[in-house]
C-alpha cells in the first residue's frame, strides 16, 4: 500500500482495532484500489477514502421480548447507514447470535459496492439482531420481529432505507416485520424487500442471489472456454442462497457434490438429490445429517465442509463470513477446482483469497458474485411503486442482464489496470470509480 492508504488503514486500525470483520473488508478495499489513487492523486484532496470509510449513520437499539413462558429476554438491534450517494440504503437484516457492529459495519460497507454494481439506484446499509430464531416457536419469533421493529421504524421509509431479509430473516420474518410496521406508519409496500408474494414481494426473489450467482459463474467459465456441463461444485450451506444456486447449477447440466449446514457436512461424488434437500432444510428446518436416513450411502462430516477431501471443478461458498481459509483452498485446489465464486458475503478469509490466486484459482468475490439478491430486492421496489407486478420470466431476464453487466464491469476494470481476470480487484475497481464520481457531482456530504 502506498503511505497515503497506509496511513488512512492505520488510522482505522487504533480507532477500531476490535472491528476485525470491518478491519478486512476495508483492507481488502484499501488495497484494490490503489492503482486507481495513484492515477488520480486529486482524490486524496477530496478524502474519498476517508469519507467511504466512515458510516453516514450507525443506529443501536436494544430488543426487549418475552417468550413462550412469560419469561423477558433483552436483544441488541442495529442499523448501519453505510452510505446514500447511489439511494436510498439497502441491504438486509441479519438475526444470528454472533451478529455484532463490526459484522453489520462489514455488510454495510460491501454493500455500498455490491449496490452500485448493479447499476440499479440503491445506497448502501445493513442491520439485524443479535437473536438466534433456531429453536424459537413462530410466536416467539413474530414477538421479536414486533418489537424489532417497533423501534426500527422510526429510521426507515420508502426513499430513505428499505430493509431486507439475510441470514435468519426470511420471508417469515419479513412478513412480521412489515405487519407491525404496517401498525406503526403509514402502510407502504416498499418499505421491505423479500416480501412474501401475496403482500407485494417479487417472483423470483428467493431464488435471486443462487440464481445470480450461477449465472454469474456462467461468465466466468465462458470466458475460460467452459461451460457447467458434467461441472462438479461444491457448495457450503443450505439456506435460500445454496439451495438455488444448486438448483441452477443442476438445470445447467452442473452436478453438485457437496451442502452443508451449521452441524456437518455431506458428500456425494455422484451428485446430491436436491428433493432430499428441500425436504429436509428448505421444508421442514431440519438438519443435513438428516439425508443419510434417504441415502445412508452418502458420506456424512460434523463441521465444515472444507475439511472434506473432495474432488471437484467449482466451489461456490454460500453459508458465512470467513468460512474458506488458506488451508481449505490449498484442499480444493488438490481436488481439482478451478473456479470459485462467492455466495455468501467475504466467505473467503485475506489469506485464502490470496492463497486462491496463487493456486491458479479464478475467484470472484461476494459483492460481484451475490449482487442477484440486492438486484432483484430493487426490481422489488420498483414494482411496489409502480403498483404492479412483473412475470417470473421479465424478472429472471432482468436479473440475467444485470449478472451480466457485473461480469462486464469487473473484467472491463481489471484489465484496464492490468489486473488482467482478477474479477476481486475488479469489482472494487469499477465500484470504487462510480461511487467517487457521485461523490463529486454532489459535493461535500
Not at 440464481?211 to 457450503?236: C, N, P, R, W
Not at 422489488?380 to 444485470?402: A, F, H
Request: net charge negative.
Amino acid at each position: 500500500m502506498s503511505a497515503y492508504i497506509e496511513n488512512i488503514y492505520q488510522q482505522l486500525n487504533e480507532k477500531l482495532g476490535h472491528e476485525s470483520e470491518f478491519l478486512q473488508a476495508v483492507g481488502e478495499f484499501l488495497d484494490a484500489v490503489e492503482p486507481v489513487m495513484a492515477a488520480h492523486p486529486e482524490y486524496e484532496d477530496l478524502a474519498v477514502l476517508e469519507r467511504i470509510t466512515a458510516p453516514e449513520r450507525v443506529i443501536i437499539f436494544r430488543v426487549p421480548w418475552m417468550d413462550d413462558q412469560g419469561k423477558i429476554h433483552v436483544n441488541t438491534g442495529y442499523r448501519v447507514q453505510f452510505s446514500s450517494l447511489n439511494g436510498p440504503y439497502k441491504g438486509g437484516l441479519r438475526f444470528h447470535p454472533t451478529v455484532n457492529l463490526s459484522i453489520l459495519k462489514f455488510l454495510g460497507f460491501e454493500q455500498i459496492f455490491k449496490n452500485i454494481l448493479t447499476g440499479l439506484p440503491i445506497g448502501g446499509g445493513k442491520g439485524g439482531a443479535d437473536f438466534d430464531p433456531k429453536g424459537k416457536s413462530d410466536n416467539e419469533i413474530m414477538r421479536f420481529c414486533q418489537s424489532f421493529m417497533t423501534e426500527l421504524s422510526k429510521h426507515i421509509a420508502p426513499d430513505l432505507d428499505v430493509p431486507a431479509g439475510d441470514i435468519g430473516v426470511g420471508g417469515r420474518e419479513i412478513g412480521f416485520l412489515y405487519g407491525q410496521y404496517k401498525r406503526l406508519r403509514q402502510a407502504d409496500r416498499g418499505i421491505l424487500t423479500g416480501k412474501p408474494l401475496i403482500s407485494g414481494g417479487s417472483l423470483i426473489r428467493p431464488e435471486a442471489t443462487g440464481f445470480g450467482l450461477v449465472y454469474f459463474l456462467t461468465h466466468m467459465l465462458a470466458e475460460a472456454g467452459q461451460d457447467l456441463k458434467g461441472k462438479k461444485v461444491i457448495i457450503s450451506g443450505s439456506g435460500n442462497v445454496a439451495y438455488f444456486a444448486a438448483r441452477k447449477v443442476e438445470e445447467l447440466g452442473g452436478i453438485v457434490v457437496s451442502m452443508s449446514d451449521s452441524q456437518g457436512a455431506i458428500y456425494e461424488d455422484k451428485g446430491i438429490d436436491l428433493d432430499v434437500i428441500k425436504a429436509i432444510k428448505v421444508d421442514s428446518y431440519g438438519r443435513i445429517k438428516e439425508y443419510l436416513e434417504t441415502y445412508p450411502e452418502a458420506n456424512y462430516q460434523e463441521g465444515s465442509v472444507w475439511n472434506l477431501d473432495m474432488v471437484a471443478d467449482i466451489a461456490l461458498p454460500c453459508a458465512t463470513q470467513n468460512e474458506v481459509d488458506e488451508i481449505a483452498v490449498a484442499r480444493l485446489a488438490k481436488g481439482g477446482v478451478e473456479f470459485i465464486a462467492e455466495g455468501a458475503n467475504m466467505p473467503l478469509t485475506s489469506a485464502a483469497a490470496k492463497a486462491a490466486k496463487n493456486h491458479g484459482i479464478v475467484y470472484a468475490p461476494g459483492k460481484a458474485a451475490n449482487a442477484g439478491g440486492v438486484a432483484v430486492s430493487a426490481l422489488e421496489m420498483s414494482q411496489n411503486s409502480m403498483r404492479l407486478s412483473w412475470s417470473r420470466e421479465e424478472v429472471d431476464q432482468q436479473l440475467q442482464d444485470i449478472m451480466a453487466d457485473i461480469f462486464k464491469a469487473c473484467l472491463a476494470a481489471s484489465q484496464a489496470y492490468d489486473f488482467d481476470h482478477d474479477y476481486a480487484k475488479g469489482a472494487d475497481i469499477a465500484a470504487f470509480e462510480k461511487v467517487v464520481e457521485l461523490m463529486q457531482i454532489q459535493g461535500l456530504v
